[in-house]
């Protein structure tokens, strides 16, 4: 460090050496401030909960108790105050048991033990006493032998030329020369897709069972079987871009074989959902980049609402789709500020002030969900738009202020940057206030990572996205996945899979869905609808 010999100075050099001094200590205090706040934000977010949700009256929690007091009140009774006894429910095994199959087993005395110990005269029935368990099959497996009978006939080999040849009729193979089953099919893809089961794991399970099948051919199962079910992938995408309204998110995963990367470097799993009174429809794709052009490519002309993140790769959109906003977004940026701050910083209830303008503007918008869409589309005009006016402009001054590079300035650049989007929700009554539907999508996707850890290829990842496409959706539409796969892949082997129409009858929204695909509470809940 240079010495500076403070004594040799004139006054003149002294006053501006103490004004560079304290400039300098005021940029070092920002910079401490600064990492303090993103150390405070990081161990927030390794070791803290990870809810957003707050109770309203939470941040106001250390008021003045008086404002509850009310002098006028009187003492409560003992029988007021006396714990309530809980009264035993009943019905409970009933509305348990009521959607579930059932199988009766009556328990009787043959006709000669029906007779009286005492005057050995016949009995009488004089009640029932049933009661109620619930039974499981595991998984087995056995051997299903397919046996096709070949006819000719013997009066054409004798005294004709050619003998016409007869086969009865048998499904094709899913795969030719393989012993995989549509129901083998089925549980290995609910395992690995649905149950977020590593193909090694299944594999382990099989070797209990006495069955030995590797992981490399199941592996090998899964990408064939991308093929046919990437028939039905198609026609949902088809069904999907022409709607309306759609979300869109992005998350990343791993593929260790991708042309041209290091088994270290991101690749990205995309999805697409349909928007508010739409059939549930969800789709995965699998992207080696986070490039803007790979929303773009799956999109093609779509040219409705797609409401996302603030993520600047979607901007190639623009001009084409209207783009949406995410208020939830937007609300966790104000959380995390909160969160990164000191309890004892002056900043605490401005920022704050923004969590509650995001809360308020939620809290509207949950007033109208279950109304018709030209309802809620006045009611936005009405109720929210003035609200969200105000936020825009608070945050406008705020930021006019100049804070400190910091978690609060972040929030407040968001907001304003995004705000031409997060406008676009007032312009239809079924545009959703968050992209909140995107997110609960890839949260399955996120949640089987964190197990099976990544892709080994290109075409894993790719067969990965059809089948958390076909599982998602299933799940959504009120399916049992292991069933849904199990007829669908049966049915592929067997229709005019170049026939549109037959492809659709397999979607998991079809009406020609047989009942034992169906949730049996979904079962009941349509019954009840048709009494």
């Known amino acids: 460090m240079e010495n500076i010999d403070i004594a040799a100075m004139k006054r003149l050099e002294l006053e501006q050496f103490a004004m560079d001094q304290s400039l300098e200590v005021k940029k070092l205090s920002a910079k401490v401030d600064f990492y303090e706040e993103q150390i405070r934000l990081m161990q927030r977010q390794k070791f803290g909960a990870k809810s957003e949700q707050a109770d309203p009256n939470q941040l106001s929690f250390f008021n003045d108790p008086e404002a509850e007091a009310t002098e006028d009140a009187k003492e409560p009774k003992m029988s007021q105050v006396k714990p309530p006894k809980q009264k035993k429910q009943t019905g409970r095994k009933e509305q348990l048991t009521a959607s579930l199959p059932k199988e009766t087993v009556t328990y009787t005395l043959t006709a000669e033990e029906q007779v009286c110990p005492v005057c050995h005269e016949p009995l009488h029935e004089m009640k029932k006493i049933v009661r109620k368990e619930l039974e499981i099959i595991p998984a087995k497996v056995f051997v299903k032998e397919h046996i096709q009978q070949v006819y000719s006939c013997r009066n054409c080999e004798q005294h004709a030329i050619h003998t016409p040849i007869l086969s009865a009729p048998m499904p094709a193979p899913l795969i030719s020369g393989s012993i995989l089953s549509p129901s083998l099919a089925s549980y290995v893809l609910c395992r690995k897709y649905e149950n977020r089961d590593p193909l090694h794991k299944i594999a ?123 208020f939830a977004h937007v609300r966790r940026y104000y959380w995390a500020a909160d969160k990164a701050l000191p309890a004892n910083s002056p900043y605490k209830e401005t920022i704050r002030k923004g969590v509650r303008f995001c809360d308020s503007l939620f809290s509207l918008d949950q007033e109208v969900k279950d109304l018709p869409a030209d309802q809620r589309l006045s009611f936005k005009a009405e109720k929210i738009q003035p609200v969200m006016e105000e936020f825009f402009t608070w945050a406008e001054t705020e930021a006019a202020k100049n804070f400190s590079k910091g978690a609060y300035q972040k929030a407040l650049t968001y907001t304003l940057n995004q705000r031409s989007y997060l406008e676009n929700y007032l312009l239809d009554g079924n545009l959703e206030i968050s992209n909140n539907p995107a997110e609960r999508a890839i949260r399955p996707f996120v949640t089987g990572r964190k197990q099976w850890l990544f892709f080994n290829t290109p075409k894993g990842a790719k067969a990965g996205s059809i089948a958390y496409s076909l599982v998602e959706t299933a799940k959504a539409n009120g399916l049992l996945p292991l069933e849904y796969f199990t007829y669908i892949l049966d049915q592929l082997r067997q229709i005019d899979c170049t026939d549109p129409n037959e492809i659709k009858k397999l979607l998991p929204w079809a009406a020609e869905l047989p009942p034992s695909c169906r949730c049996p509470s979904n079962q009941e809940e349509g019954t009840n609808e048709q009494n």
């Open 204 to 326: 382990a399970d099989f070797h209990r069972m006495g069955l030995r099948i590797s992981k490399q051919t199941m592996a090998n199962w899964v990408i064939k079987l991308a093929q046919p079910l990437g028939l039905l992938y198609g026609a949902m995408k088809e069904e999907l871009l022409a709607l309306p309204i759609l979300h869109a998110d992005e998350t990343t995963v791993q593929v260790l074989k991708e042309p041209g990367k290091t088994a270290q470097s991101n690749s990205y799993m995309w999805v697409y959902t349909s928007g508010k009174d739409a059939r549930p429809i969800l789709l995965y794709e699998y992207a080696p980049s986070r490039s803007g052009t790979v929303p773009k490519a799956f999109l093609g002309d779509f040219n409705g609402f797609l409401q996302t993140d603030g993520y600047a790769g979607y901007g190639t959109l623009d001009g084409q789709a209207v783009r949406v906003g995410c």
